[in-house]
């Protein structure tokens, strides 16, 4: 690792800070464990599966929590926590989301997720929200185009709940900014979703993406959502730089970047990188460290990093967040890195 490579974490501290605009969900997560007969809290989803081959369909559900959620509010939190200036954007209207020590624009009210902990694992139980109708124009009437273009950076995310943001992206399509813009586009559990609705994301994507660097769209999946997308266009779905490149080229995107468990793969036009996790202990929490992750490659490529310093930022925000349930603050960062 290049002495370069490794003082990236104390420029956050010491560089002027970004303006990163994330947007436009939040929900409500209420967390519940999951219990048998008898009482007793499964210890994995694989004895929850056990139990419901063996034919039992009695479980129990035991409230523990509700906190804010959303995939744009956990990238807010990771945005401040490395010392940028972000400005969220999202549905907010709730009395569980706190005072945050950054810019807020509410859209309106929040979706409802549940979230089951079973054993350490987390299943997600998503309702449907109130943004079926949600679009640009509801977008404008809470922030002025020009200022949200203006951004260091935008990392859109969620599309699966709030379809609408496709209009924003023909938006920036129709109306490309006079400055370069990196949009990271953290898209949810496309693997839920119709193929033809997700071609028509892909096709958004790649007419607001610009050659000429004025607009530069990032596409940051996970396991999961990297096969749905290489379904959709018909390239390997083992994730590897070759296919990730592949993936690339064939929506049109500046970038795709996958992260795992094991490592952060990532293809642009001009180059392609990989950086392995970090190590963690027991996991505390997953639900959110992929949110943190797209968070902070949005952070590196508004500082127009090259691609595996802003993998290797990417994973060791979501690295600590899944060790120890915290967001990562430069501090952190730096720690992982030197381990």
Avoid: K
């Avoid at 002495?3 to 990163?20: G, K, N, Y």
């Avoid at 080229?249 to 293809?267: M, N």
């Amino acid at each position: 690792m290049s002495d370069d490579h490794r003082d990236r974490p104390a420029s956050l501290e010491h560089d002027d800070p970004r303006q990163i605009v994330t947007l436009p969900d939040g929900s409500v997560d209420r967390w519940y464990t999951l219990g048998g007969s008898g009482g007793d809290r499964f210890e994995s989803a694989d004895a929850f599966a056990d139990r419901l081959a063996a034919g039992d369909r009695t479980f129990s559900l035991e409230p523990t929590a509700v906190r804010p959620g959303g995939q744009a509010v956990n990238a807010a939190r990771q945005v401040h926590a490395l010392g940028d200036r972000p400005t969220l954007i999202g549905h907010l209207d709730h009395p569980v989301f706190p005072d945050f020590p950054f810019e807020t624009r509410s859209m309106g009210p929040p979706a409802t997720v549940r979230v089951v902990d079973v054993g350490g694992e987390e299943l997600q139980l998503a309702e449907p929200g109130p943004t079926e109708d949600w679009g640009l124009a509801e977008l404008l009437a809470v922030v002025d185009w020009d200022r949200l273009v203006a951004a260091d950076a935008l990392c859109c995310t969620n599309w699966v709940s709030v379809r609408g943001l496709t209009t924003v992206f023909d938006r920036l399509a129709a109306t490309p900014p006079a400055d370069p813009l990196p949009i990271v586009v953290d898209p949810g559990p496309i693997e839920t979703v119709d193929p033809a609705a997700l071609e028509g994301l892909f096709d958004a994507l790649s007419r607001a993406d610009r050659a000429d660097g004025s607009i530069t769209v990032v596409l940051s999946v996970n396991p999961t959502e990297f096969r749905a997308a290489a379904r959709v266009v018909d390239v390997d779905a083992e994730p590897t730089a070759d296919s990730l490149a592949a993936l690339r080229a064939a929506l049109g995107l500046t970038g795709v970047v996958f992260h795992g468990a094991d490592a952060a793969i990532g293809a642009t036009r001009a180059e392609t990188a990989v950086a392995e996790m970090y190590d963690v202990g027991d996991p505390r929490r997953t639900t959110g460290a992929g949110d943190r992750f797209s968070a902070g490659l949005t952070c590196a490529l508004a500082r127009g990093w090259a691609l595996e310093p802003a993998l290797s930022l990417g994973n060791a925000c979501a690295a600590h967040f899944v060790e120890t349930g915290d967001t990562a603050d430069p501090a952190a960062v730096r720690a992982l890195r030197e381990d």
